[in-house]
């Protein structure tokens, strides 16, 4: 039934090639846990392991890394995902899924002039005064050709892959079923969480196949940034992006890689530094909305030391009451108050069962203490939320989704800072923006905000408590209205109670017995049996056997108990 259970007979195929190159690399003791080893095989799939003894030399994180980068698309996004999961994976499986942002060979031009005619209405030789064959990258969802319009401008056009939709519906159908599968049968996979990372995955593949939402999340983050000149977000063209295709800007400039180039240039690598932190900070703390994946290859430095962000494919959102905490927990962290980032930290993991949680506090605030009368110049925000992450890890304790993405961002970002000055350091950037924000929320125009907000909340609900209490009423009327109480243990102490008054009882009865039976013992006359008054041997030989039956009662009672605790 498993096989059934997995898929309809359209992903079989698919199936036995994941699970294919899953043996390949290594995972096949994975497979035969799940029960689909054997199955395939007696479907004819036989798993070749002819490459065994050559992969076994690998480490573990370079082989879930080949096998990544060999089942396509799909897996390459799920593995760029999990590269800002720090709070799940250990350094050496987040250094491998980091590789994954690799280039992928490009599609023929050939292969994309019927999507690319359907979306721009003619040919692009045509749509464009000059469009250039060769792709600028490649990568596994789109790539990229440049291109010029009428009008002189230089501009990309970003062609999704012909095809790629149906394929990654396919792959995250297999990858739901297996993820369910992987929670019932590897309970040691359980704190990875593999249902929610599948449901992670499929919302960011859906937002970055569609190219027209891509351009829609650089209008917005180019409107909030318009206070900040020296950043440049690329110029959308409407008239030519769809879905499958979108057309912006081209942007010239040294890459975010090519450092060694920015000195021969003139630019103020200092200066980069802290314009960049001051609109990436801008993004996650005043906006909520912002960049997530700011690698260098995502970032151009022009003249002028202004800074150019690309590719809005994949973005984070914070509601205001996540942007609260953040608060909390970043000011927590820059001025050495434990307390603070434990409570930050233990509300977005919740109660966990199975957790210790006064442990995980205590080692969250000796962490953090280590700090203390250490000069704010001299902390490393970036790695102190690295470790933070690997703490939760070791309690088997994930972050909310939202708050992984965003501290990956983080860490990235103070990464390119000291890669363009090593004497950066983000607590001096962000320590300012931090109390100005924290100071914003509490001046009298916010305070009164926030209250008339509450204050319209409050009276909403006063105005429907008269509806809702008439509902309940009539529901009432009609015997609609069930009241449960569930009480712990309440069924179990009152088996116990129960038990015990039986055993009271016989043993009175037991006690009556035996004064009773010794009364007809001195009475003469009347029946015997074996030379004593009947009535009374009788008596005396059911008090026996009621204490015989007490006795081994109580004995079984005492042996569940001890094998209670012993549990």
Known sequence: MLIETLGAARDMGRMNAILGVLIRHGFGDSVRRLGL????????????????????????????????EELGPTFVKLGQ??????????PEYIAEFEKLHSHVPAVPLDTLRPQLREDLGGEPEDVFERFDAEPLAAASIAQVHRAQLHDGTEVIVKIRRPGIGQTIEADLRLLARLAAVAEAELPNLKPYRPQQLVRELDRSLKRELDLASECRSAER???????????????????????????????????GNQLAQLDAEGFD????????ARAVLKMIVEDGFFHADPHPGNVFYLEGNRIAFIDFGMVGRLSA?????????LLGLVERNPQTVADVLLDWTGDEHGVNLSQLETEIETFVDQY?????????????????????????????????????????LEGMGRGLDPAFHMTTEALPMLRQVVRARYRPKALANRAWQTLRRTLAVAEQLPHDVSRLLRNARRGRVHVGIELAHLKRVGDQIDRAANRLTMALVIAALIIGSSIVMTVKGGPTLFGLPAFGFIGFASAFVGGLWLVRAIWRSSKGRDLGDGE
């Open 372 to 412: 203390h009368g250490s000069p704010l110049a001299e902390l490393n925000l970036g790695q102190m939320l690295a470790d933070v992450t690997a703490i939760l890890r070791e309690h088997h304790l994930g972050l909310p989704s939202d708050m992984a993405l965003l501290i990956k961002a983080f860490i990235t």
């Open 221 to 255: 983050i180019a409107a909030n940034l318009r206070e900040l000149p020296w950043i440049v977000v690329p110029r959308v063209h409407w008239a030519y992006t769809k879905e499958r295709v979108n057309v912006q800007d081209f942007v010239g400039g040294v890459p």
């Open 37 to 68: 080893a054997d199955r395939l095989e007696s479907a004819g799939h036989a798993l070749k392991w002819e490459h065994a003894a050559d992969l076994a030399r690998l480490e573990p994180a370079v082989q879930l890394r080949l096998a990544i």
């Open 269 to 276: 690598r200092n200066l980069l530094a802290r314009r960049g």
């Open 81 to 90: 995902i999990l590269a800002g999961r720090a709070d799940l994976f250990g």
């Open 321 to 329: 009451r996540r942007r609260e905490e953040l608060l909390q927990l």
